[in-house]
């Protein structure tokens, strides 16, 4: 039971889910207009059947509807093992189990309205449901259980996006109103209709006969079950032969066809896969030591990851390899203590990547300042120094990382764009000039030399994630980004300078820097160059920001 390539079962159960998704919502927002009057559902209604209840748009719904199942049992009977975490097998159980909560629904209505031309309009449907428990209740679940599949369905796709975090609010609020908003339409239209209503109200003319819309109703339950319980007894035939999966502790045997994530779940063994195994991420991949060179080479998808993470030729992913032979293999990210002690959220330990913005600061000769101080008044200052820099980050938009010793590392852009981080970096580091300058007048009797402050700051991709042990842990970043921003810092210092910010930051802000001497700066551990700008005081920084508003203000 294959159904296309893995990739194009992926584009078709996005799209078809997405055209389902839309269906839903348009229902749904039928329904919250008995908030208003049972009138204003049945207007709204005609023209949400002249959407769906058109050609097209009946081919596109029962199309996606029919697809959208067929792609969910092959995705079950694909999957070797039913061991999963709970957010997967509550999107399937939703799935599967929706069905059998609408049938009767649609049998009264849109197989009526294709069998006879007539159709139940609310006027008839909000009494026959309203009227008995059961019938409320069944509809209500089913709305809810629709909606909870859509949005686990839309979660799993969204939530490894870049912009997914800055939307999460809205997303989630959308969530929870569309449906509590349709089922308070629902009961507060049914309850004005409970006085009842002229008797030509509910004529129905060529009406079909209720045995034969019972036989089809049982026809449509039958086929489900039949659809489901097939797909559950080829589950249990053995696929013929099994393989032998070597791990660094143990050895398991499973039939062919398991992956390497679903053989590690059938036998309890721990394995990180933040994805939910649709080759998303790499942090269920493995070493293959012994065996690679007889399996299945990798899909185009389990390629691209790897060839993006620069996984050498022995490394593979564990969701997307089946093994055809015999293997050994080394988990490369470890998941002996998955679940068995504090551990960051699935998110927050694969980590996500991000254009951000990196600022480090740096108190100058502190040591030597420290040593002329009591330990006390030592502490006393440099709370204030960490005061003046947190306030400075955080009014400007960004986010104090760490601080280390007498350092600081802020970030910036972690909810909002590139653009407007590297804007804010910029901002901060003005903001932190003049609070040490503030520092340095009211500890000027106590000082021997004012404080200064070195700071190095760049834009670029990073790896934000939770990083640590326990307690110890936060959310931090690291990449490339940060080691050079770390090194500007240090440039700063040479050239006894307050900022040394790279290039493509600056332009990034939206600001020039064809007027402003630059220096092309080699890192350490990075290939090339870096075009670096040097400010003595980075409170040229506003002046900056001044001149460009004052070009791109109109001329009066």
């Known amino acids: 039971m294959k159904i296309a390539s893995s990739r194009t079962r992926k584009r078709l159960h996005l799209l078809t889910g997405a055209c389902l998704g839309l269906f839903l919502l348009t229902h749904f927002s039928n329904h919250a207009l008995g908030l208003i009057s049972v009138e204003t559902m049945e207007a709204a209604r005609r023209i949400f059947n002249m ?19 067929l792609l969910a049992l092959e995705s079950l009977y694909r999957r070797q093992t039913l061991r999963m975490p ?7 159980i939703f799935g599967l189990t929706f069905p059998f909560l609408i049938v009767s629904h649609v049998v009264s209505t849109r197989v009526e309205w294709m069998l006879t031309g007539y159709g139940d309009g609310y006027y008839q449907v909000l009494p026959a449901l309203w009227s008995s428990s ?39 609020s959308f969530a929870v109103l569309v449906p509590m908003l349709a089922l308070l339409g629902f009961a507060v239209a049914a309850r004005s209709l409970e006085v009842g209503l002229p008797s030509t109200t509910w004529f129905m003319p060529h009406r079909t006969p209720p045995e034969i819309i019972g036989q089809i109703r049982t026809s449509i339950f039958v086929g489900l079950l039949a659809m489901i319980g097939g797909t559950l007894i080829l589950r249990t035939i053995p696929v013929s032969g099994k393989i032998r999966i070597t791990y660094p502790d143990r050895a398991i045997s499973v039939a062919k066809g398991f992956s390497v994530l679903e053989a590690s779940r059938a036998a309890g063994i721990p394995h990180l896969s933040i994805c939910g195994g649709r080759g998303r991420c790499s942090t269920c991949r493995v070493r293959v030591t012994e065996g690679l060179e007889r399996q299945p080479p990798a899909s185009d998808a ?33 998941g002996d203590n998955v679940g068995l002690k504090a551990q960051p959220t699935e998110q927050q330990a694969a980590g996500r990547e991000r254009h951000i913005a990196v600022l480090f600061c ?27 820099i947190g306030e400075a980050v955080e009014e400007s938009g960004g986010v104090i990382d760490k601080f280390i010793g007498d350092g600081a590392l802020a970030l ?23 609070g040490i300058d503030v520092l340095n007048r009211n500890f000027m009797s106590e000082l021997d030399k004012p404080l200064r402050i070195a700071m190095g700051m760049h834009a670029g991709p990073a790896i934000i994630g939770q990083i640590g042990y326990g307690k110890a842990s936060s959310l931090t970043a690291v990449g490339d980004t940060i080691n050079a921003a770390s090194r500007l810092e240090g440039f700063a210092k040479e050239y006894d300078a307050q900022l040394a910010v790279s290039a493509d930051l600056v332009r990034y802000a939206g600001l020039t820097v064809n007027d402003r001497e630059s220096y092309n700066i080699s890192i350490r551990g990075r290939a090339g160059t870096l075009e670096t700008l040097i400010m003595q005081n980075a409170a040229e920084v506003e002046a900056m920001f001044a001149a460009a508003n004052h070009q791109a203000s109109p001329a009066v």
């Open 51 to 69: 959407i769906w209840r058109s050609w097209p748009g009946t081919v596109l719904l029962y199309g996606s509807l029919l697809v959208h199942f």
């Open 134 to 172: 059961f019938n409320t209740t069944r509809q209500s679940l089913a709305l809810v259980l629709a909606w909870a599949h859509g949005c686990l369905g839309a979660w799993f796709w969204m939530r490894s996006r870049s912009w997914y975090p800055r939307y999460f609010l809205f997303f989630y």
């Open 302 to 334: 389990e390629r691209a990851t790897l060839t993006r993470i620069g996984a050498p030729n022995n490394v593979r992913l564990a969701c997307q390899l089946r093994p055809s032979h015999n293997l050994s293999i080394s988990p490369i990210l470890g």
């Open 412 to 434: 910036f852009g972690l909810n909002n764009s590139i653009e407007e981080a590297c804007a804010q970096a910029l901002t901060a580091t003005a903001r932190i000039a003049k």
């Open 362 to 388: 740096d108190l100058r000769d502190f040591t030597l300042l420290a040593q002329k101080q009591l330990p006390f008044d030592t502490v006393f200052l440099l709370n204030r120094y960490f005061e003046t």
């Open 86 to 92: 709970v957010r997967e097998a509550l999107k399937i």
